[in-house]
Nanobody, 122 residues
Framework: LRFSAGVWGGLVQPGGSLNLSCTASGRSLRGYANGWFRRAPGKEREGVACIPMNDERGYYVDSVKGRFTISRDNARNTLYLQMNSLKPEDTAQYYC???????????????WGMGTQVTVSS
């Protein structure tokens, strides 16, 4: 499985929105746990959102609940992260990743997309 470049992040004002995407080739994303992760300056990489293997529902870290939505287009084999009401503390390098396992695990994801920088600032 490989990821191609999707929609990149960028600079957005507080309260703004971005929709990140990662398109996979080689294998179906449905056969993996699909996740979005981020690494903020000076911090460790953390999980943001996950769709578990053989599931369609998203699960989120508390800090983004109600603001971010993870979704997958099975026909396009593309994973999305819709980010609304962005805050300066959301500034980070964002990555998509998958794992052949039930749940997302930041230390054990097998395939990673290229990171994209999201900066929230006025």
């Amino acid at each position: 499985l490989r990821f191609s470049a999707g929609v990149w992040g960028g600079l957005v004002q507080p309260g703004g929105s971005l929709n990140l995407s990662c398109t996979a080739s080689g294998r179906s994303l449905r056969g993996y746990a699909n996740g979005w992760f981020r690494r903020a300056p000076g911090k460790e990489r953390e999980g943001v959102a996950c769709i578990p293997m053989n599931d369609e529902r998203g699960y989120y870290v508390d800090s983004v609940k109600g603001r971010f939505t993870i979704s997958r287009d099975n026909a396009r084999n593309t994973l999305y992260l819709q980010m609304n009401s962005l805050k300066p503390e959301d500034t980070a390098q964002y990555y998509c990743a998958v794992r052949f396992g039930r749940l997302c695990d930041v230390k054990n994801m097998e395939y990673w997309g290229m990171g994209t920088q999201v900066t929230v600032s006025s």
